[in-house]
């Protein structure tokens, strides 16, 4: 089993910053691979943000590239979105996910408000 526990969102201006938190936990067998953010607004899909391999490999949406940077720390089992330059279209409630060799999981999401 994993737990998930996101952390960093809020209230904030457009052009501000925020950084997200996802702390992953679980046993010491289990092999956390790739990490991502998604994010889903209200009355919308559920879209991708960005995805980290295990190795550092990013992919970011078009819509965030350039102004979000998605990072992991390995030993802290942790991934990170820092968010700058941020938009009101970017408000959202964020979620991790993490691909454990069997299952993936996900985070109970962070809301993200970007006020105008």
């Known amino acids: 089993q994993v737990q998930l526990v996101e952390s960093g969102g809020g209230l904030v201006q457009a052009g501000g910053s925020l950084r997200l938190s996802c702390a992953a936990s679980?046993?010491?067998?289990?092999?956390?691979?790739?990490m991502a953010w998604y994010r889903q607004a209200p009355g919308k899909q559920r879209e991708l943000v960005a995805t980290?391999?295990?190795?550092?490999?990013?992919n970011y949406a078009d819509s965030v590239k350039g102004r979000f940077t998605i990072s992991r720390d390995n030993v802290k089992t942790t991934a990170y979105l820092q968010m700058n330059s941020l938009k009101p279209e970017a408000t959202a409630v964020y979620y991790c996910?993490?691909?454990?060799?069997?299952?993936?999981?996900w985070g109970q999401g962070t809301q993200v408000t970007v006020s105008s």
């Open positions: 996910k993490v691909d454990t060799t069997w299952e993936s999981y």
């Open positions: 679980g046993s010491i067998f289990i092999r956390f691979n790739d």
């Open positions: 980290i391999s295990r190795g550092g490999s990013t």
